[in-house]
């Protein structure tokens, strides 16, 4: 499975982003896939998460209201849907993706998953 991310770029706080994660293979609807980011200096956090054969997705805090994933399985391709963006949403965000069909709990763990594609960056300035 490849993953191949976009959508980045320098926006302004309050501003919208919209992220694609484009994914290989023949079962993506059968995929669990996410969203972590990372900023400088800290370690690599959830943002959201979605089990494509159950289930609704799943969000960080941080981000619930806000952030919305969605999903295209002609296009193979799960988007995030960023709203209302704050300085502090600024890193790199990666997709992730795993054949597994993990508990909720894991969804959030990085672990978890291991497909990821190469990030993209995301900086929101004040």
């Known amino acids: 499975v490849q993953l191949q991310a976009s959508g980045g770029g320098l926006v302004q706080a309050g501003d919208s982003l919209r992220l694609s994660c484009a994914a290989s293979g023949r079962t993506f609807s059968s995929f669990a896939m996410a969203w972590f980011r990372q900023a400088p200096g800290k370690e690599r956090e959830f943002v959201a998460a979605w089990r494509f054969s159950f289930g609704r997705p799943y969000y960080s805090d941080s981000v619930k209201g806000r952030f919305t994933l969605s999903r295209d399985t002609a296009k193979k391709t799960l988007y995030l849907q960023m709203n209302s963006l704050k300085p502090e949403d600024t890193a790199v965000y990666y997709c992730?993706?795993?054949?597994?069909?993990?508990?909720?709990?894991?969804?959030?763990?990085?672990?978890?998953?291991?497909?990821w594609g190469q990030g993209t960056q995301v900086t929101v300035s004040s």
């Open positions: 992730a993706a795993t054949r597994s069909t993990p508990i909720t709990s894991s969804l959030y763990v990085a672990s978890t998953f291991e497909y």
